[in-house]
């Protein structure tokens, strides 16, 4: 949450951080800001606004904005209501420290205190403005450079942060810092200029020369001089430079109204991505690299936990049942940030998975790194090249989908449970727990999933005049069984995320045990109800609710005239292994939530409250 761009080196550094923070808006949007320093003048430009990118720029455009040295920030808010006050960037009492961060400090309000003691006064609620002036108490006081300040002061701080800082008085230098928050350096041209970024997105059309910190690591990005990193103890760091690529078409909404819509209708051609390389010998036989490296480990394991949250988690889901089925591994689902509050039994027999599209979930991060504290192989499924998570595994599996920038995640979940699909398959053949025939057959499936898709989504017209039918509800259920359950959690995720409809997700026979309450002429159900494993059962509770007057919309398998003939609406999907069913029932779904929420006038994008990438706890 919260994204940060910083800028040192030979351009003029507004448009780069404006873009960049364009391409960072999907990590927060309540309020953004920029401070240049223009070097012939020695004077500091410091723009904000409330609410988007978009506002900021028509302040900042009509008034002074040069220098070849700038930060800026877009806020998902922690401390403080999300009023311009409150935006970054911050500034030290006396104006000589500007700061951006990313993160929250924990003994902000006793820092604040102390600082108060001595003197020091606030203009806003947030506790970056108590890290800014704990900065410049330290400078003070101790008489020592901006840089070795920063160091001593994040050395009093609980928390997490990335930080940038720019000094009035040596207005050529960016300090970066990180704990716990995510922070990339972009070496330009002539190595001599630097692009300072929360994710690569806003540097990538700069340069390819990524430099990730670490955690306690501090970058002294001296326009004109070598890359510096060192540590909080102050010891040099030997820099490690990456080469990283996006596709920058990836970056843009493709001729789509909105990110999500692109998203969408971009999996088919994702998950012939994904599938690439791993699906090999002609559609005979899938080999992901992380499984027959740890193949040992993986036959070995007496247990998967699975971590992570929100669609992520609903992936872990699906995931377990695949797992289970085809491995005869028990599997756990654990949310990530209860997993890493619980004490959990964990130890080197078990293999922990953490499923992440950002890579830079706090909580996720925080489970895997207590996972390897215990012993347990983490295994990866991370959409984000070079992210935290990916770092932090001890291997994994991309999902190779491109980067997803609409708030509400559609890609990368058919994304990762296309990988765990694979690692299910990959593991069961090791294992010898999967039969010749059911492997062959459920490759072919998969690999017919992107052409289904497509027939799915041509559905587009329909399912928009479904959604009027629910713009003026106020809650609907979703309902599914087996491996369909996760997909009904999913979809009432996806309407909560967009439309801010309440939804509940529930398994389909459960309803009776207290939903079937709610049902009534106004409430909308939607039913998974796809051709095999438990539908005569669906249909059954399908029936209770017609008896209640449930307005349905089943999703069901292409030809199903016995539930066409009992409810209002239904969509078709075309026939696939039972295994693979949430790869095509997830996406009437999305689309679903996507029609409710543009009907109703809202901002699919960037919904309230919610933020891409969740880096605080
Ligand atoms: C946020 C996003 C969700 C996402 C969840 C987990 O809540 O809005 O779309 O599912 O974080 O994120 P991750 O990047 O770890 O998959």
């Not at 942060?161 to 810092?177: E, F, G, H, L």
């Not at 005979?284 to 669609?311: D, P």
């Not at 689902?333 to 997993?339: G, I, L, R």
């Not at 002429?521 to 059962?537: D, N, Q």
Request: aromatic share 6%; glycine share 8%; charged share 25%.
């Amino acid at each position: 949450m919260c994204g940060i761009v910083g800028y040192t080196g030979y351009r003029e550094a507004y448009p780069i951080l404006i873009k960049g923070l364009h391409r960072l808006e999907y990590r927060g949007y309540d309020s953004a800001g920029v401070a240049l320093l223009d070097e012939s003048d020695n004077s500091l430009s410091i723009y904000k606004a409330k609410g988007k990118v978009s506002g900021l720029e028509s302040i900042a455009d009509s008034r002074p904005h040069s220098g070849c040295i700038g930060i800026a920030h877009t806020r998902w808010a922690t401390h403080g209501l999300p009023t311009e006050n409150n935006a970054h960037p911050h500034q030290s009492e006396n104006g000589r420290l500007t700061i951006v961060h990313n993160g929250i400090i924990e003994n902000y309000a006793v820092l604040r205190e102390q600082l108060k003691s001595k003197g020091y006064h606030f203009r806003s609620e947030t506790d970056t403005e108590v890290l800014v002036q704990l900065i410049q108490y330290t400078v003070d006081t101790t008489g020592e450079d901006v840089a070795t300040s920063v160091r001593l002061a994040l050395g009093k701080v609980i928390g997490a942060y990335a930080i940038v800082v720019i000094d009035r008085d040596n207005p050529d230098t960016i300090i970066a810092a990180r704990k716990s928050s995510p922070m990339v350096i972009g070496i330009g041209e002539g190595n001599c200029e630097f692009f300072i970024a929360s994710d690569a997105s806003p540097i990538a059309e700069y340069t390819t020369k990524m430099v990730y910190l670490s955690d306690g690591q501090i970058a002294l990005c001296r326009r004109g001089e070598e890359l510096q990193v060192l540590t909080l103890d102050n010891d040099l760091v030997k820099v490690k430079v990456r080469n990283v690529k996006l596709d920058l078409n990836m970056l843009d909404k493709g001729g789509y109204p909105h990110f999500m819509l692109k998203e969408i209708h971009e999996q088919p051609s994702c998950l012939r991505d994904c599938m690439r390389g791993r699906i090999v010998e002609d559609g005979k036989r899938v080999v992901l690299s992380a499984i027959t490296e740890h193949r040992e480990e993986l036959l070995n394991a007496r247990r998967i936990v699975v971590v992570s949250c929100g669609t992520s988690w609903h992936a872990g889901l699906i995931g377990k049942q695949l797992i289970e089925q085809y491995c005869r591994i028990p599997v756990e689902v654990a949310y990530a940030s209860e997993f890493r509050y619980s004490d959990p039994v964990i130890d080197d027999k078990d293999i922990v998975v953490a499923i992440s599209q950002s890579g830079e979930t706090a909580d996720t991060l925080a489970a895997i790194q207590l996972a390897s504290e215990r012993g347990a192989l983490v295994y990866g499924v991370v959409n984000a090249v070079g992210s935290s998570i990916a770092r932090n595994s001890d291997t994994g599996t991309y999902i190779h989908v491109g980067p997803e920038i609409g708030v509400a995640s559609t890609k990368a979940f058919t994304g990762q449970v296309t990988v765990l699909a694979m690692m299910a398959l990959a593991i069961g053949r090791e294992k010898g727990t999967i039969g010749d025939e059911e492997y062959e057959n459920l490759i072919a499936e998969l690999l017919s999933i992107p052409e289904k898709m497509e027939k799915v989504l041509s559905q587009d017209g329909r399912i928009r005049q479904i959604a009027e039918k629910f713009r003026d509800k106020h809650n609907a259920l979703y309902l599914g069984r087996g491996i369909n359950y996760p997909v009904a959690l999913e979809g009432a995720l996806k309407l909560k995320e967009i439309s801010y409809l309440h939804a509940e997700g529930y398994p389909a026979a459960e309803m009776k045990h207290g939903p079937i309450a709610l049902v009534d002429e106004e409430m909308p159900v939607v039913f998974l109800a796809t051709h095999y494993g438990l539908y005569e059962k669906v249909i059954s509770n399908m029936q209770e609710v017609i008896a209640r007057k449930g307005r349905i919309l089943a999703i069901v398998t292409e030809g199903d005239e016995t539930v066409r003939n009992m409810v209002e609406d239904v969509i078709e999907v075309p026939q696939v292994h039972s295994s693979l069913a949430p790869l095509l029932t997830v996406l009437p779904l999305q689309m679903l939530a996507y029609h409710v929420a543009v009907s109703k006038g809202l901002d699919v994008d960037q919904p309230r409250n919610l933020a891409k990438s969740v880096t605080v706890e």
